[in-house]
């Protein structure tokens, strides 16, 4: 999950040398100021002319991560961080901000440790302290979270915030009890705490109390009006007060929000198909099935409303993946042999029921084995009756936000750049050609090997640096592949932070 943290940097802090080294005195400046306007490439610009001449101060090296951050360039922060800190181990910012590199690319253990030598030297600095606490609870590090949380709240006592992720913390030890205790306190500090109201209403639709639920959830959206996972929440308690159309319009307003919502579209369609919407339903479990193919489940409702809606094929099909999983499926054999019936397969028809038969008379004689097959279904048995733990799971721990970078291109296609035609082309120019010709022949691993022997040669060759990071994204390595953008990026193709926006969030 994304991390949306806040971030206390001092923009306008005293200069980087004495007065008399002007220069760079103002390109610092202009640097900064770049970055409070939000224009994040212009920034790199000016910092990058500074560590050109100036590479021992670690200043310029932490500005540079700072504009790379709010671009989302996590990889490439950490990197001037890490400069940063070689230069200059005592500061609090540096360690700061490549923990929350570290905590965006889902490295918590290594954040962690970032987090505590930055409070080594800021004690009293509350969004580090509550990182740290996040950040042991999403490595299920429960103790650990409630110690720091201990702390914190020796330090400021009566913070809702800390008291909703104590109730955060108890929830995954399931612990409801004690969950509720803490959620009571921050909501008697402040009753229209958006976290509090969702931990509340969690806790009550996991009770079965549905209409102090719904009133909960709403309650908790008017704080938080784009949560989505409170519509998904809300529409649950009002599926088991049979309120069905209050419950697909919660659903429908969760998936506007968030249109990738696994959970949402997989409950619309059971619901849809509950009140007779099978097309609909089939189009929520398509999508569903994209997400996940391997979902069992999914791919057994959808055969059930394939068959209402006459695709017998399909139905077939879906039913014959199930199958393949679970051998031993004997409800599936018969579904099957009844839609090939249908459409006039009376041999298929009786080699289903040919095998249910017999497996009827093997379990009457004792002779039926165990089905052994190993599957693990991760998503599909998230019915409605589930949402209750759903909705705790999902509440993960709320930040101050962050504003984002301006790049907002999110569409931007995996392609090749061209370099630009040159009369005397350098041996690296030419490799790199080279490997955009093997890319055109679908050849990417030679092509990889071709921009590897340019790099080989020129370092700083920022289109090979593209293509080769465009290449193994397509090859699926994602780390490799938003390294090499980075470093393009910050050699001046600014392009390259359109890709890097993107991948890093998936």
């Keep these: 999950m994304k991390w949306r943290l806040s971030i206390l940097i001092l923009l306008f802090a005293t200069a980087l040398t004495s007065r008399a080294q002007i220069n760079t005195d103002r390109i610092v400046q202009m640097g900064r100021t770049a970055i409070y306007y939000e224009d994040y490439v212009l920034a790199i610009q000016r910092f990058n002319l500074v560590i050109a001449s ?77 990182n740290l606490a996040a950040s042991y609870l999403n490595t299920k590090r429960y103790d650990e979270a409630n110690a720091t949380l201990d702390t914190m709240l020796t330090l400021w006592p009566k913070d809702p915030a800390e008291m909703s992720m104590k109730a955060q913390v108890y929830l995954c030890k399931e612990d409801t009890t004690q969950a509720e205790q803490w959620t009571d306190r921050a909501l008697e500090m402040d009753e229209y705490n958006g976290v509090a109201l969702s931990l509340k209403a969690a806790i009550l639709l996991h009770r079965d109390s549905n209409s102090l639920a719904e009133a909960t959830f709403t309650k908790a959206l008017v704080q938080r009006p784009r949560e989505s996972n409170l519509y998904a929440g809300r529409a649950i308690s009002r599926y088991h007060q049979n309120n069905l159309r209050g419950a697909m319009a919660d659903y429908d307003q969760a998936i506007e929000i968030d249109s990738l919502s696994y959970t949402s579209h997989y409950n619309r369609g059971l619901l849809r198909a509950q009140v007779g919407e099978d097309n609909k339903a089939i189009e929520d479990f398509n999508f569903v099935l994209r997400l996940d193919p391997q979902d069992v489940i999914a791919l057994y409702n959808r055969s ?12 077939i099909r879906d039913l014959s993946s199930v199958i393949k999983v679970y051998p031993q499926f004997w409800a599936g054999y018969q579904q099957r042999a009844a839609i090939k019936r249908k459409i006039g397969d009376v041999a298929g028809a009786e080699r289903d029921e040919f095998r249910v038969l017999k497996a009827r008379m093997d379990a009457s004689q004792g002779k039926l084995k165990r089905d052994t097959t190993r599957h693990t279904v991760k998503k599909g048995q998230r019915q409605l009756e589930d949402h209750a733990r759903l909705i705790s799971e999902d509440e993960a721990p709320q930040y101050a936000d962050l504003a984002r970078g301006k790049v907002q291109n999110r569409h931007t296609e995996l392609t090749l750049i061209e370099r630009p035609k040159t009369d005397t082309p350098s041996e690296a120019d030419m490799l790199f050609d080279q490997g955009n010709h093997y890319f055109v022949l679908g050849d990417y691993v030679t092509a990889v090997d071709s921009y590897t022997e340019a790099l080989n040669i020129d370092d700083r060759h920022r289109e090979s640096l593209y293509n080769r990071g465009v290449v193994y994204l397509l090859l699926d390595k994602k780390e490799e592949g938003l390294a090499d953008l980075s470093k393009a990026g910050e050699l001046g193709l600014y392009s390259a932070y359109n890709l890097i926006k993107r991948y890093s969030q998936k």
Aim: hydrophobic share 30%.
């Design 304 to 315: 059930l409303l394939l068959d209402n809606v006459g695709d017998y094929q399909g139905a």
């Design 54 to 130: 100036k590479n021992w101060l670690p200043e310029p090296y932490f500005y540079r991560g700072l504009a790379k951050f709010y671009l989302e360039d996590y990889k490439g922060a950490e990197r001037d961080c890490s400069e940063a800190i070689s230069r200059n181990a005592y500061k609090f910012d540096y360690y700061y901000l490549r923990a929350l590199c570290r905590s965006n690319q889902d490295r918590f253990d290594d954040a962690i440790e970032d987090y505590r030598s930055a409070i080594h030297q800021n004690r009293v600095d509350r969004n580090c302290w509550y």
